[in-house]
C-alpha cells in the first residue's frame, strides 16, 4: 500500500534537528579559549544542560537555557549569551516557531567576534545548519555541517561531531541519497558517544525504514523495549519514546498493519499532550487523521484534522497547510463539497501566506548566512595572519637556533684549535726540554772530562820547572775560561727557552744592576741554590752573601733571602 503522509512518519529530522542542538563539553572546548573565569563557569553551565537535552522534555531544557541567559546578562557574560540565543533558535524551530528561530540565531550570529574560541564559530555554523534543515534547504545545510564538522575534529570534540554527523545523515537521507547517509551515520557511531547511545539504536531502525527493511526495523524497536534502558515515560526521557512509538507506528504503517500502526499513535499523541510542547501534539494529530483515512473513517479523521487546525489558529504552517488537504479530503468522501470548497478558499491562504513566510525567511536566513560567511573570512584572515606571525616567529626562532648551533660549534671549534695548539706547544717544550736536558747532559760529560784533564795538568805542571809550570797554569787557566763562556752561553739559551725575555725586562726596570749581580739574578730565577749559585760564579759564600744584599736594596726589599727569591720568580 502507498502511503501519501506528506511528512514520513519515520523522518529522522525531529529528533535530529528539533532535538536541542548539543552543547558545549567542557572536555571539548580547546585550552586557549578557556582564559577566562566565563568561559569554565558558562561550560559548566552547558554541560549539565546537554545531559539533560537529549531526550528531555523540550520545555524544561528551553527553561534552563533561559535561565543561563539571564545569569549571562547579568554577569555581562558575552559568551553565556551567544551559546544561549544559538540554542533557543534551535527549539524555537523544533517549536514551530521559525521567525524565532532566526531572530534568536541572528541575535547569536551578530555577537561573535573574530576573536571568540574557534568553537563558537564552529557552534554558530552548525546552528545556521540546523536552519538551513529545517528550511529544506539541504544542499547549503550540508556545507555549513561540514565546516563545522571540521572544526570539531580539530578540537577533538567527538560529542558535537556525532550530533554533526547525525544532521548530516538526515540531509542525505532527504535528499535521496542513501549511501552519503549511511557513511555519515557510521561515522557517528564509530565514536561511540555513551550519552547518544539508545538515540543510535533508534536511528539504526529508522535507517532500516528508509532503506525499505520494515521487517527488520520492526523486530529491532521490539528488542529495544525488551531491552529498555530508558524506563517508564517522564518529563526527562519523553523524546526518546516519542521518537520510538514514532518509529513503531511508521514500521506498521508500511507494512500496512493499520490496526496496530492506530493504537501506537494513540500512545504518541497521549505522550505529546502530558510531555510535548505547544505544537508537539500537531504530528500525532495528523498522523492519527491519516491512519483513520486509509481505514476509511473519515467522520473521525475530521476531528483530528481539525484539532490541528485549532492548534495553530492564524498561523500559516506546512502542518496546518496539510490539516486543511485532510479535512479536504475527509470532505470529499463524506459529500460535504460546501464545506470542502471552503477549505480549499482557506487552503489557498494558507499557501500564499506560505509563500510569502517561506520567502522572507530565506531571505533572512540567506542575510544571516552572509553575516557568518564574513565573520568566517574574517576568522580566516586573522588565522592567516596569525600563521604568518608564526611562520616568521618559526623563522627567527630558526635563524637563532642556527646562529647559537654556530657559534656553539665555532667556540667548539675554537676551543679544540686552542688545545691542539697548546698540545703543540707543550710537546714543544717537552721536545726543548728534552733536547736540552740531552745537551746538559752532554755538556756535563765534557765538563767532567775536562776536570779531569785540567787535574791531570796540574799534576804535571807540579814537576816541571818554573817557567814551563807558569806556561802550562796560564793555559789552564785560558781552558777554564773558555769553559765557564761556553757553559754560561749554553745557560743563556737554555734560560731564554723557560724564561724568554726576563733578563731584558729586569735590565730595563733596573739599569743600575751590573753584569755579575744580572747573572745572580738570572741563577736564581733559574732556581740554583745560593751555593750552585755561588759555583757557577767563583764566589765565596760571604761574597754572595754581600750580592744578595746589595741585589735587595735594589729592588726595595724588606726580608730575607726567601723574598727576593719570591720577587725574581714573580717578576
Not at 75 to 89: F, N
Not at 231 to 247: A, E, K, L
Not at 515 to 540: D, F, I, P, V, W
Request: glycine residues 4%; contains cysteine; hydrophobic residues 40%.
Amino acid at each position: 500500500m502507498k502511503t501519501c503522509l506528506h511528512i514520513p512518519p519515520f523522518c529522522s529530522i525531529r529528533r535530529l534537528c528539533f532535538l536541542p542542538l548539543l552543547l558545549l563539553v567542557v572536555a571539548s572546548v580547546p585550552a586557549h579559549s578557556r582564559t577566562k573565569a566565563e568561559y569554565h563557569t558558562y561550560d559548566s553551565i552547558f554541560a549539565s544542560i546537554h545531559r539533560k537535552s537529549v531526550y528531555a522534555n523540550i520545555n524544561l531544557v528551553q527553561d534552563d537555557l533561559r535561565k543561563m541567559l539571564q545569569r549571562a546578562e547579568r554577569e555581562g557574560s558575552r559568551y553565556g549569551k551567544i551559546l544561549a540565543y544559538l540554542d533557543l533558535s534551535a527549539y524555537s524551530g523544533s517549536d514551530g516557531n521559525i521567525g524565532d528561530m532566526l531572530r534568536y540565531l541572528e541575535i547569536g550570529q551578530a555577537a561573535i567576534d573574530p576573536e571568540d574560541p574557534p568553537f563558537l564559530h564552529a557552534y554558530s555554523l552548525f546552528a545556521e545548519g540546523s536552519a538551513h534543515l529545517l528550511l529544506c534547504n539541504y544542499s547549503i545545510a550540508i556545507d555549513d555541517y561540514s565546516r563545522a564538522a571540521e572544526t570539531f575534529r580539530h578540537l577533538n570534540d567527538s560529542a558535537m561531531l556525532t550530533k554533526t554527523y547525525l544532521n548530516m545523515a538526515t540531509c542525505y537521507a532527504y535528499s535521496n541519497q542513501p549511501e552519503m547517509r549511511i557513511r555519515y551515520f557510521s561515522l557517528a557511531q564509530a565514536l561511540d558517544m555513551p550519552v547518544y547511545r539508545d538515540l543510535m539504536n533508534l536511528t539504526e531502525a529508522n535507517n532500516m525504514l528508509w532503506d525499505g527493511h520494515y521487517k527488520e526495523a520492526l523486530d529491532r524497536l521490539r528488542k529495544l523495549k525488551e531491552s529498555n534502558s530508558q524506563g517508564p515515560v517522564s518529563q526527562q526521557n519523553c523524546i526518546y519514546w516519542f521518537d520510538y512509538y514514532n518509529d513503531l507506528v511508521a514500521a506498521y504503517l508500511m507494512l500496512e498493519q493499520l490496526d496496530s500502526a492506530y493504537r501506537y499513535a494513540c500512545t504518541l499523541t497521549d505522550i505529546s499532550q502530558r510531555y510535548g510542547s505547544r505544537y508537539r501534539p500537531a504530528f500525532p494529530y495528523l498522523l492519527q487523521g491519516r491512519l483513520l483515512l486509509y481505514m476509511h473513517r473519515p467522520a473521525d479523521a475530521l476531528l483530528f484534522f481539525q484539532k490541528v487546525c485549532d492548534l495553530y489558529g492564524q498561523t500559516p504552517t506546512s502542518r496546518l497547510q496539510e490539516a486543511i488537504e485532510g479535512k479536504i479530503e475527509c470532505y470529499k468522501l463524506l459529500n460535504q463539497h460546501d464545506n470542502a470548497i471552503r477549505c480549499y478558499d482557506q487552503l489557498l491562504q494558507v499557501k500564499d501566506s506560505l509563500a510569502v513566510q517561506n520567502l522572507e525567511n530565506n531571505i533572512n536566513i540567506r542575510r544571516l548566512q552572509q553575516i557568518n560567511d564574513k565573520q568566517q573570512a574574517q576568522l580566516e584572515e586573522q588565522q592567516k595572519a596569525y600563521r604568518s606571525r608564526l611562520l616568521w616567529f618559526t623563522f627567527a626562532l630558526v635563524i637563532l637556533a642556527l646562529s647559537f648551533l654556530v657559534f656553539y660549534q665555532r667556540k667548539r671549534l675554537q676551543e679544540r684549535k686552542e688545545k691542539v695548539l697548546a698540545l703543540e706547544k707543550e710537546m714543544a717544550l717537552q721536545k726543548t726540554q728534552n733536547d736540552l736536558a740531552k745537551s746538559q747532559m752532554e755538556h756535563a760529560v765534557r765538563q767532567e772530562q775536562l776536570k779531569d784533564f785540567q787535574q791531570q795538568m796540574r799534576t804535571v805542571a807540579s814537576s816541571l820547572p818554573k817557567h814551563q809550570r807558569a806556561a802550562l797554569m796560564e793555559g789552564i787557566n785560558n781552558m777554564q775560561d773558555a769553559q765557564d763562556k761556553e757553559s754560561w752561553q749554553q745557560f743563556l739559551v737554555n734560560f731564554r727557552h723557560q724564561h724568554g725575555d726576563f733578563a731584558e725586562r729586569l735590565t730595563a726596570a733596573y739599569p743600575t744592576l751590573t753584569t755579575a749581580e744580572m747573572k745572580l739574578c738570572m741563577l736564581l730565577r733559574a732556581g740554583y741554590s745560593n751555593k750552585e749559585a755561588a759555583q757557577a760564579l767563583h764566589l765565596t759564600a760571604d761574597s754572595l752573601k754581600t750580592y744578595r744584599q746589595h741585589l735587595r736594596s735594589k729592588f726595595s726589599l724588606v726580608g730575607g733571602r726567601e723574598v727576593l727569591g719570591d720577587f725574581l720568580s714573580n717578576f
